[in-house]
């Protein structure tokens, strides 16, 4: 069954709205807008929320970039009671390709906020859920609208409805990628025109690279990439050590070490193409020549197509894998990077020679798990998983060349502000074993269960009633009732972290233990069982990274690295810029070297990894991300306006780093972004 919002309940706020039957036209300014539906609980817009399952429309950006179509939602029971002065309590951004009608659908079980990163449908890009759980039924506001952007913007909605059943996603037989995997609707300079073009020009590049020798460019570096400046205690591996005035990395030889390198060294630059062969204008048989491009992924119950690896074949054939390491390892050493960062391919951390650092797979969890993917740290379960995971170090043990591992990356449940982990734990039958923890925890708390009711207005019978009983919202009972739960939150994540670091450390004892590479430090407590880390990593996008590394390392004491930051811009290309964004690839050399700079300079920090080596699909990668944040393209051709901002930075990166040079004050203008 269908049911279609009442428009006439909807009020433009930020921006204008056209109604034409059954589209209506919303253009916003650069600041974004959106148009607001109230009701009574579960009745917005007049329909019963309850009684559907999808929010669905048909949409078109009429822009010439990717778009974020908005939806707040505000709940009765929610923490901002219903309030739009006060802050939401779920925001869900949807991304869309410029004039490509497409089919928006938003599930309502998305609403529990259980998955961060919803699938894909065709047509579609990336989605992120950011939020509380919602129970439909309380829902009484709605927000659907455009996200801030660099320029004021047009969508298309049509046919605003709550349906029972999944619907369709039609779309149009038009061509947005060419044979070589480029965006076909633009030109820009640098465009590679033909297949034979692309040939030509990565044989003669990697020709160009078997002479290549990048040493002189950087004669205060060994062959590590260490600084030559100074020399401290060789342990055959890397480890870490405070000067007196900062920290450093030191390599094998005992030279001092700040980490340079990009993320997602690989020859890979896929694409989901199931239900979107159509928007393709060549895609090969999945047999033959072009075999190792098609990859099947079962995590995403999708084929890929890789535009990356086929332009190789093209070029190099059946021996495009060994033509590539060679290629992208001379790049690396010529534009001055000492690191293979994170997600890169396990072949060139073989072949390159390079120090690297690797994430491992699998973390540990349990069958149900508490909160997104936090899990029931205090079962058996997590403690044997958690061995199991640490025995793929074994692979590692003795090479001098790994810095040291991260144990996993931006785990989904720290994203919520505000979460409290142990108040989802009695919101859940999921973590029997945290709830028996929690339950002996108050009982020794408190030592009455009298005792425990009148402090959090509570009428339980025992403290064994907590094993079972489910209590939503428990941090609002009582101010002590918060307070018990943050510090029994602070006990489960010690554990989350210390239990796999533990295994980890039985496994490899020689290379640092990483971190966890938060996406941000929401709150203090996400600093527990950082003792168990060497290095304290965080994904940091920032125009400059000061803020974040100071608030982490004066909270710490220990070192700092940087798993991630970018820059991107619309000059090229792709039609999605970046977290940060910025004007053109010029601005985003500027842009890199202010950022690495500061970084360098800053005591705490010993490395900063660039997110990526190249851009990603046209079409989106896995979760529909369609950045343009490479040092290349999906031809293979660097942006050298961006690159020499980069090699500017490596040759006074160990002139910063130990306090002979300060860093630029040239800045780049930050431009609002156009991705999420």
């Not at 050590?241 to 070490?257: C, I, K, N, Q, S």
């Not at 998983?385 to 003795?398: C, I, P, W």
């Not at 202010?594 to 997110?611: D, I, M, Q, T, W």
Request: proline letters at 6%; a negative charge; hydrophobic letters at 40%.
């Amino acid at each position: 069954m269908t049911r279609q919002l009442d428009w006439t309940n909807g009020v433009p706020e930020g921006c204008e709205i056209e109604r034409h039957e059954e589209t209506v036209v919303l253009t916003a300014p650069a600041d974004g807008g959106h148009v607001v539906f109230t009701g009574p609980p579960g009745k917005v817009g007049g329909v019963n929320w309850s009684a559907s399952r999808y929010l669905v429309f048909d949409a078109l950006d009429h822009e010439e970039w990717t778009l974020g179509v908005v939806f707040r939602l505000w709940a009765a029971d929610g923490a901002s009671g219903g309030d739009p002065a006060k802050r939401h309590d779920m925001h869900i951004t949807m991304g869309l390709m410029p004039g490509l009608p497409t089919r928006l659908s938003l599930p309502l079980q998305a609403l529990d906020s259980q998955t961060m990163f919803m699938p894909r449908t065709p047509g579609k890009l990336k989605t992120v859920v950011v939020g509380e759980r919602l129970d439909p039924a309380q829902i009484v506001r709605l927000e659907l609208g455009v996200m801030p952007c660099h320029a004021g913007q047009r969508l298309s909605i049509t046919g605003l409805r709550m349906m029972d059943e999944e619907p369709d996603y039609p779309l149009p037989d038009v061509k947005l990628v060419d044979e070589i995997g480029q965006y076909t609707k633009r030109e820009w300079p640098g465009k590679t025109k033909s297949v034979e073009e692309l040939v030509s020009y990565l044989r003669s590049e990697h020709e160009r690279a078997q002479s290549s020798d990048a040493d002189g460019a950087f004669p205060a570096r060994n062959s590590y990439g260490g600084w030559t400046g100074a020399s401290l205690e060789a342990t055959g591996f890397f480890r870490t050590h405070h000067d007196g005035r900062r920290w450093w990395l030191v390599d094998p030889t005992g030279a001092p070490f700040f980490s340079t390198g990009p993320d997602c060294v690989q020859p890979e630059i896929s694409c989901p193409v199931e239900g979107i062969e159509k928007l393709f204008s060549w895609l090969p048989p999945k047999e033959g020549e072009y075999a190792d491009a098609w990859l099947y992924r079962a995590r995403h119950g999708v084929e890929f197509f890789d535009f990356g690896i086929a332009n190789l074949i093209r070029a190099f054939g059946n021996k495009w894998r060994p033509a590539w390491e060679g290629l992208t390892a001379s790049r690396l050493r010529e534009w001055g990077f000492n690191t293979i960062a994170n997600w890169s391919d396990r072949g060139i951390t073989r072949s390159a020679g390079m120090p690297y650092v690797w994430p491992l797979a699998d973390f540990p969890t349990t069958a149900r798990t508490i909160f997104r993917d936090f899990p029931d740290v205090y079962s058996d379960e997590y403690e044997r998983n958690a061995k199991t995971y640490a025995a793929q170090l074994e692979e590692f043990t003795g090479d001098e060349l790994l810095i040291g591992y991260f144990l996993r990356n931006e785990p989904t449940w720290a994203f919520v502000h505000g979460l409290v982990i142990a108040e989802e734990v009695l919101a859940t039958d999921a973590a029997p074993a945290s709830r028996k923890a929690l339950a002996a925890h108050l009982a020794r708390a408190y030592g009455s269960v009298e005792k425990l009711n009148a402090a959090w207005n509570t009428e339980l019978a025992s403290f064994s009633e907590l094993e079972t009983r489910i209590i939503p919202h428990a941090c609002r009972l009582s101010q002590a009732a918060h307070d018990d739960l943050v510090a029994f939150s602070r006990k489960m994540i010690r554990r989350y972290v210390e239990i796999p670091s533990l295994a980890c450390r039985s496994v490899d004892p020689d290379h640092l233990n990483l971190g966890m590479r938060y996406a941000y430090v929401a709150s203090d407590v996400l600093l527990e069982g950082s003792d168990c880390f060497d290095v304290f990593s965080i994904n940091c996008y920032q125009m400059d990274p000061t803020g974040h590394i100071d608030a982490a390392g004066t909270a710490l004491e220990m070192p700092i690295m940087i798993g991630e930051y970018h820059f991107g811009a619309l000059d090229r290309g792709l039609v999605a810029n970046a977290l940060r964004g910025v004007e053109t690839q010029t601005d985003r050399g500027i842009a890199y070297r202010y950022y690495l700079e500061r970084a360098a300079a800053n005591p705490y920090c010993v490395g900063a990894h660039y997110f990526t080596v190249a851009d990603e699909a046209t079409l989106g990668r896995f979760d529909g991300e369609n950045w343009n944040i490479g040092l290349e393209d999906v031809c293979r051709r660097p942006y050298e306006e961006f690159v020499d901002g980069v090699l500017t930075a490596h040759r006074g990166l160990y002139d910063i780093a130990s306090g002979r040079l300060a860093p630029t004050d040239i800045q780049a203008q930050e431009v609002p972004r156009n991705a999420f």
